[in-house]
């Protein structure tokens, strides 16, 4: 659920390349993930300034889960992901995850050549052809897309590499919609990625996601039907931003 928060000719008709990101180095946000009426996980992502990758300058960018409360009690959860991407174009040059739920544990190392279009990972060399991200890097590109020039109805695929080939999220854009969190009420793009169906999601499960209407284009709220309840994150914490973050009232 923490890193669902992220391309075909609907894609590319979107946004061919960013013009400048939204966010800045030393940008923070940090959420809770509730079920029910009870706060199950806490997660955060910040941007740094990373080093240099053939020459160019690169963001450092971390994302953070764990479980939190009673959840963390009967089932521990310690995910971090870690992407280092292009100034610029925004595309991972590096990414890497380190996920401990309970007794599972799993890392990957994951590299990316765009110009041979490779991507090296543990499990082996796969072949990529166009833009393709990890789910970090996925996520800040995502928020740099020109909102203003989608439709109600308009759908784009952003590719994505994970474990052992590349995949594609789906996202359907609902339109604007106010919403009301903790801190505050705000403006939003309503957006419908897709999941899929399995041992937490139902098959016709539904996840909604909401984004500022302003400079920022942050996820403020996301709600998931599960095979039991819902999830639903909710913004709770943010520093380092490159616009102000105004709440309607």
Known sequence: MFMLLFAASAFGQVAKEVAEPVFKADEQLSYKFKYGFFT???????????????????????AQGNTAG????????????????????????LYTENRKEGSWKHTDKVSFDHQTGKITADKG??????KVFDFVSAYYFARSIDVARLKVGDKFDIPYFLDDGIYKLNVTYLGKESVKIGLGKFNCHK??????????????????????????????????????GSVTMELTGTKGLKYPLNPIN
């Open 125 to 130: 060399v796969f072949q990529s052809q166009g």
């Open 40 to 62: 199950g996980a806490e997660g955060e992502l910040k941007v740094e300034d990373g080093q240099k990758v053939n020459g160019k300058p690169t963001y450092h960018i971390t």
């Open 70 to 93: 009673a959840f963390d009690v009967f089932y521990k959860v310690r995910n971090q992901y870690e992407s280092t991407i292009d100034r610029e174009t925004l595309r991972p040059y």
């Open 191 to 228: 957006f419908n990625p897709s999941i899929l169906p399995g041992r937490i999601f139902k098959k016709n499960s539904k996840l909604y996601l909401w984004i500022t209407d302003d400079g920022n284009h942050i996820p403020v709220k996301a709600n998931v039907d599960l095979v039991v």
